[in-house]
């Protein structure tokens, strides 16, 4: 090869320009934004704003508790974030395209992110450009621009046109000069023009987000109404009594849930990656719990990437046939497996090219015209189906490669011809073909085949191989395994004469198809999601991309081409084919950790609603100081949240997460709300008749001066007099009864979230085995026990969490009232009564993804016109 690339100083001098490529991580945000997202929202800046407005009128506890818990969330899931985004990016690292250039006269594999102005680069069958450049020299070029250009059609080029990053080549190979890097190449300008890059969110995303939303608006509502009512009634309220109640009203909004979202799907994200499965797109670990039709190439998964020459079927005499495939082998620039396998085992002879057509998944067939000696030779290799109409005698050719693929061998049949290979532009099939020969390759079985196939069907998982084989020797390779189940089988062509609702019925039932084309592999993905299927896609090689684009989930063998790992969003690495079935199961377990922690999250938040409803807008009292709230939050959510995650089940995640998330908060949330307010209005009412709580005897118990009890437990805080206190007492008594009884609901509802007897159980049938989740009950109720009922405690948590404790007896009926609230609980879920909470809230959550997609659509056909 004449080809001349840079040579080291060249290079150096380059790289001293900063004329290198510039590469961004594909699998985890940059540390910008994380910090931009996890930092500076404005809702985090209003929480700061009256963290420090608090901490300017001396509640130094209140402002501690307004952004404390927030800060501390920040910072933990940046931390674990940024932990996971370096190990996810060391793992990437491994994988990440290398290319070949030209250098000191000799080709080299280096990074891409290695690449200069001007490096000379060899691109080869399945390989994607990941830089603009100008083609300096050529061999049967074909490029796939359908990413960037939407033409479905592999585009010929020749030497001096241009090879744009993105595209990929699908035929033949190439060099090309380097002309632009980074956000400079085409790519890179027509996504930032056309604005077509949108993050995409899964399911479980918006419906966050949609909640979320709803409950800014909320508590935007609130925040007018208590102002409102407060200028129109002239109450005499100090700022401290404001900034606490705002920080109240605002923490009904779950700000919280998206780090945690992020944080949870990066932790899942490193725990796949150590059963061999890298995640290019975080939340693909939700798309995985997803899944439910897994569709394959059978190359990587039924079998290994090896292929073995068994037989060749001669059809002419010996020695001209052995002549005419070394012509091909040492001619042809196909370069695939079988001509691998066959140029090992025939070997190769030199001739004169004239023309060729390489292999592609499309044609099914290679081809060469050559010259040697004065004698010109035409010879073909393909698939029969492809071949057969031009063939003059066709013998026994069917029947003997029927027979072979049952065996489970692969087959290819070589013929020779006479005549021009192009009809202008256009490939084309010589007629009067001769059989030269069937050759037959055997593919080697996965020994953990049988037991990958297992884990999918026992979890309800549908399998179906897509290959460009014959359909008869992916059946055999089934047998061979010893895969169970009933097969249905198809041809491309088969598939090819079926219209309407019978081709819809025929993929649907159907598990091994064969010959298929790569827009036919596409198509049966979108006929598969299309009838309510969630589709992984599983291939290595080019003709695998549109279908890997085409399902919701991608995924990739680390040896398949460049292009398939380009277009995945995620990649097997070390072709672990058996760490597929494991990832599902993860991101099930996943999502299912995150509906748990989701309704105890969300029970909490729209509890705060209903008791600010119910106290704040009807009676005017706050429910609750800021403290106090924060450790409602802590023992009831805190510390829950981040274990369930660790000890969820997976889960058929099939349907929408919040309508049964829903289904459960409300009435939750409504039940906690309404016992609440019953014992607020008791405590409050019944102070100074059959409620007599003695404060200045609690102060000498706890050993702290009286004044002091006064700051901590009155609203008005570091303003309160012992005057003002005792005209609060009322409301005072009622708090702190009302704060008693929330936080033992909010622990004893993880009963009904885990259940460990049909007794427990919203659903009767649904009971857990595991018996942690109530452990975890009996530790979060010793935690309780020792705020309330240690008295060495008592000072500590009269001074600094601000919460009164009262003598036992007082909380004894508020213990039978929660265990009444738990039995109504259950009785009411169990009833199916609240049922349709989940009907509204999925039809709701359908219309606004409607609209999402619809505006999408809108975007992108701006962007189209924008081209």
Known sequence: MAVRGLSADEVNQRRASGLVNTVESSVSRSYRDIFIENFLNWFNLILILLGIALYLLGEYTSAISATGIIALNILVSTFQEIKAKRRLDKIALLLRPKVMVIRDRSEREIDQSEIVMDDVVHLVSGDQALVDGEIIEMRSLEMDEAALSGESSPVRKRVGDTIFSGSYCVTGEAYFRTTALGSDTYASKMLVSARIYKKKKTPLQMETTAVTQLLISVAALILVIYTVL?????????????????????????????????????????????????????????????????????????????????????????????KLIRIFMGSTGSRNRTVEVLRGEFGSEESNLIEEVQF??????????????GTEYVVLMGVWDTLKDHVEDTMDIQEAITSL?????????????????????????????????????EDEVRADCRETMDVFLKNGIDIKVISGDDPETVNALFSIADIPGERRIISGDELDTLKGQEKTDTILATNIFGRMRPDHKEMIIDTL??????????????????????????????????????????????????????????????????????????????????????????????????????????????????????????????????????????????????????????????????INIDYHAMAES?????????????????????????????????????????????????????????????????????????????????????????????????KYISTAVFPAEYYLPIIGLTLVWLFVLRTALRSGLFSFLSIRTETWFNDKLNKEVEKSMREDGAADQGE
């Not at 693929?405 to 001769?434: A, K, M, T």
């Not at 997976?650 to 009435?667: H, K, Q, S, T, Y």
């Not at 609901?745 to 159980?761: Q, T, W």
């Open 230 to 322: 407060k200028l129109v009634t002239g109450a005499n309220t100090t700022p401290n009594e404001l900034l606490k109640t705002a920080t109240i009203i605002l923490d009904v909004v779950p700000i919280a849930l998206f780090l945690l979202i992020t944080l949870t799907y990066m932790i899942a994200a490193i725990r796949m990656a150590d059963t061999g499965l890298l995640l290019q797109r975080s939340n693909s670990v939700e798309s995985m719990s997803h899944v439910n039709t897994v569709c394959m190439d059978k190359t990587g998964t039924i079998t290994t990437n090896r292929l073995v020459f068994k037989k060749i079927d001669l059809r002419m005499e010996e020695d001209r046939a052995r």
């Open 360 to 373: 592609s998944s499309e044609r099914k067939y290679s081809a060469v015209r050559t010259e040697k000696d």
């Open 405 to 441: 693929s049952r065996q489970g061998l692969r087959n290819v049949v070589l013929c020779e011809g006479s005549g021009r290979l192009f009809d202008g532009e256009e490939p084309v099939i010589p007629n009067g073909l001769r059989i030269i020969g069937v050759a037959s390759m």
């Open 529 to 690: 999601k299309l009838n309510n299927r969630y589709v992984a896609m599983v291939g290595d090689g080019v003709n695998d991309v549109k279908a890997i684009k085409a399902a919701q989930v991608g995924i990739a063998l680390e040896s398949g081409s460049g292009a398939t790992r380009g277009a995945a969003d995620m990649v097997l690495m070390r072709d672990n084919f058996a760490a597929l079935p494991k990832a599902i199961v993860e991101g099930r377990r996943t999502v299912t950790g995150m509906r748990d922690i989701l309704k105890i999250y969300l029970t909490r938040n729209f509890t705060l609603v209903f008791l600010i409803i119910f106290t704040l807008l009807l009676l005017g009292n706050a429910p609750l100081l800021p403290i106090q709230n924060t450790m409602y939050a802590f023992l009831t959510v805190s510390i829950s949240a981040f274990l369930m995650t660790l000890w969820a089940e997976p889960d058929d995640n099939g349907d929408m997460v919040l309508p049964e998330v829903i289904r459960f908060a409300i009435p939750s949330a409504f039940l906690i709300g309404l016992f609440g307010t019953v014992i607020y209005i008791i405590f409050y009412f019944g102070t100074g008749t059959f």
């Open 702 to 798: 706890a050993g702290i001066p009286y004044i002091d009890l006064v700051k901590s437990l009155d609203l008005a805080g570091t303003d309160a007099t012992i005057g003002m206190f005792e005209n609060d007492v009322r409301e005072i008594n009622a708090r702190n009864a009302m704060l008693f009884f929330i936080m033992l609901a909010g622990i004893l509802e993880l009963l009904l979230v885990h259940p460990i007897h049909r007794f427990l159980s919203v659903n009767e049938r649904k009971v857990t085995k595991d018996i942690k989740p109530t452990l975890l009950v009996v530790l979060l109720l010793l935690l309780f026990s020792c705020v309330y009922f240690v008295p060495a405690t008592d000072w500590f948590v009269i």
